[in-house]
């Protein structure tokens, strides 16, 4: 079992930046890729990228060069870095950690809810 839990959202400015946590605990997340998706308001889950247990990482085209994510295995946290921020960029950002191939769940966190207004 792995427990999911978001933070560091807010409202920000168009332009402005903010680093979403996503902390886990539970068994392996060491050896677990985490993958950051959004959803905004009347819109499907969007996949934003993913970070594997070494550190590799994939992005979407959409928001490739301005979101970074990292993780800290030590404190069983992935961290989501987001750059000069969108209006259209407001949505609840979430983490997964999908083990169905390996005969295990597919977890979710709340989500944290990333408004971008003025």
């Known amino acids: 079992q792995v427990q999911l839990v978001e933070s560091g959202g807010g409202l920000v400015q168009p332009g402005g930046s903010l680093r979403l946590s996503c902390a886990a605990s539970g068994s392996r997340f060491g050896i677990s890729t985490v993958a950051w998706y959004r959803q905004a308001p009347g819109k499907q889950r969007e996949l934003l990228g993913s970070?594997?247990?070494?550190?590799?990482?994939n992005y979407a085209d959409s928001v490739k060069g301005r979101l970074t994510i990292s993780r800290d295995n030590f404190k069983n946290t992935v961290y989501l870095q987001m750059n000069s921020l969108k209006s259209e960029e407001t949505a609840v950002y979430y983490c997964?950690?999908?083990?169905?191939?390996?005969?295990?769940?597919?977890?979710w966190g709340q989500g944290t809810q990333v408004t971008v207004s003025s």
């Open positions: 997964n950690i999908d083990r169905r191939r390996y005969g295990g769940g597919d977890y």
């Open positions: 970070i594997t247990s070494s550190g590799g990482t």
